[in-house]
């Protein structure tokens, strides 16, 4: 994620992380700031790259961020793919956030994948229909 966001142009932002060292060492590889938890930081855009929401899992019923933190960001992107609508997801979903979900990422790691197997590209709207059928 750091990675792909730093390519993308995005010059600030945090990494939190429990492990300070695993944490520190992204943070500065990307250039981004190290925090230890959510405390005080207010962005626009947020991203759930734990299993916190993640079907079966401990915390499948909570929301990876606080409602507030959600409620001030203007995108939410929850990279948890099952359930498809994860509580993170729905919470941002009904404050209408704009929100970019796991199953969509599945998806598009599955189009990429096919290309690198088959050297073929689906078009968007064979993508778009196995996007919504990641949904079901």
Do not use: H
């Not at 520190?24 to 962005?43: F, S, V």
């Not at 939410?76 to 359930?83: Q, R, Y």
Request: charged share 25%; glycine share 8%.
């Amino acid at each position: 994620m750091a990675c792909a966001l730093k390519d993308a142009g995005f010059t600030r932002g945090y990494i939190v992380a429990i492990d300070e060292a695993s944490g520190k060492q992204l943070a500065e590889l990307y250039g981004y700031e190290w925090r230890p938890d959510t405390d005080g930081i207010e962005a626009d855009l947020l991203i759930n790259a734990t299993p916190i929401g993640m079907a079966g899992g401990n915390d499948a019923d909570k929301l990876s961020y606080s409602e507030q933190e959600v409620d001030k960001a203007s995108v939410i992107f929850d990279v948890v793919a099952l359930p498809p609508v994860t509580p993170l997801i729905r919470y941002a979903r009904e404050r209408g956030k704009t929100v970019i979900t796991g199953s969509e990422v599945f998806a598009i790691q599955a189009v990429e994948q096919f290309v690198l197997y088959t050297g073929i590209r689906p078009d968007d709207v064979l993508f778009q229909k196995a996007a919504a059928w990641s949904r079901l």
